[in-house]
Nanobody
């Protein structure tokens, strides 16, 4: 079982940037897609971004496209999420997740290991 630990969340004003990091224990990290999800209070967990096992393919939710960038370093067992031009609607707990396969999934059922989450709060 791969363990995932997120960091980098915080409280920022609208328009600011944050960089989230996810550190993974080894396991199957380098042979699986990775993803970031978020969950706002009272809402379901939603897909934010995903990256294939080799990093060559990336997917983004429409709401974050052109603002967020996902990247991974398989040698360091890390995956990052660079978030620019943050908006109040980006507020939520952000989770890193390990995919079940090489291919990027966009639903929670496509992932089988989750971090504890890191809070991101964007004030207007």
């Amino acid at each position: 079982q791969v363990q995932l630990v997120e960091s980098g969340g915080g409280l920022v004003q609208a328009g600011a940037s944050l960089r989230l990091a996810c550190a993974a224990s080894r396991g199957t990290f380098s042979s699986a897609a990775m993803g970031w999800f978020r969950q706002a209070p009272g809402k379901e967990r939603e897909f934010v971004a995903g990256i294939s096992f080799g990093g060559g393919s990336r997917l983004y939710a429409d709401s974050v496209k052109d603002r967020f960038t996902i990247s991974r370093d398989n040698a360091k067992y890390t995956v990052n999420l660079q978030m620019n031009s943050l908006k109040p609607e980006d507020t939520g707990v952000y989770y890193c997740a390990l995919g079940k396969t090489l291919v990027i999934g966009t639903t929670t059922s496509d992932f089988n290991s989750w971090g504890q989450g890191t809070q991101v709060t964007v004030s207007s």
